[in-house]
């Protein structure tokens, strides 16, 4: 069975402030990772990926995520936060050879100017 | 870019009353799926097709939910009767093929039931 922990539904940050929104995943077995964006009414936009290789995932729009298999995480980062960046971030995760993502709730990321 | 479209973006509807959603997957993409995503939650899947066929319902709620893809490209999702507890935002998404891990979304239907 799969499930993924957004642990922090909102983030607060003020703008050029660093950021990272985090996700814990629990998986029987092995998964790709996904971080999706959706805006308000809007529908969900690819951040990043990892699929294999290297554990530190370079996305659109700035951000990063690292894989840490050991703690099962993750976590999303962006050096610098834009107004723009007000929206909610999705974790998910997909079993590899099994087309079905599994969500996470939700972080809502507010940033303040 | 190629989209993926839905109609209509928003309804509002009546309890009991039957509800239909239409999405137009990218040209091109064999699998479509429909998600429900309900308020402060993450979307979860409802159905997933390869080209004309069902080959995962299993989160649909069967006994007022159905969804058809007659000829492989467009889809279409309904709830008859609706119920208070159906409002939610309704996603289509599609891939290239059932092996494919990049899923493409649409902007959704915004569903409220009154």
């Known amino acids: 069975a799969q499930s993924v922990t957004q642990l922090d539904s909102q983030v607060p940050v003020f703008e050029e402030a660093p950021v990272e929104l985090r996700c814990n995943y629990s998986?029987?077995?092995?998964?790709?990772l996904f971080w999706y964006v959706q805006y308000p009414n809007q529908g969900l936009q690819l951040l990043l990926k990892?699929?294999?290789?290297?554990?530190l995932v370079k996305g659109i729009n700035g951000f990063e995520a690292e894989f840490n298999k050991s703690q099962t995480s993750f976590h999303l980062r962006k050096p610098s936060v834009h107004i723009s960046d007000t929206a909610e971030y999705f974790c998910?995760?997909?079993?590899?050879?099994?087309?079905?993502?599994?969500f996470g709730s939700g972080t809502k990321l507010n940033v303040k100017p | 870019e190629a989209e993926v479209a839905q109609s209509p973006r928003y309804k509002i509807t009546e309890k009991s009353q039957a509800v239909a959603f239409w999405c137009d997957p990218i040209?091109?993409?064999?699998?479509l799926y429909w998600y429900r995503q309900i308020l402060g939650q993450g979307p979860e899947l409802l159905v997933q097709?390869?080209?004309?066929?069902?080959?995962?319902d299993s989160q649909l709620p069967k006994d007022r939910f159905s969804a058809e893809r007659l000829k492989g490209v467009d889809s279409t999702l309904k709830i008859q009767p609706a119920e208070l507890g159906d409002s939610a935002m309704y996603l289509c998404?599609?891939?290239?093929?059932?092996?494919?891990?990049?899923?493409?979304f649409g902007p959704g239907t915004r569903l409220t039931v009154t």
């Open positions: 998404a599609s891939s290239l093929g059932a092996r494919s891990y990049e899923q493409y």
């Open positions: 998986s029987s077995v092995s998964v790709y």
């Open positions: 990892y699929l294999s290789g290297s554990t």
């Open positions: 998910a995760v997909m079993p590899t050879g099994f087309n079905k993502f599994y």
């Open positions: 040209s091109g993409h064999a699998t």
């Open positions: 097709f390869q080209d004309e066929s069902v080959v995962d």
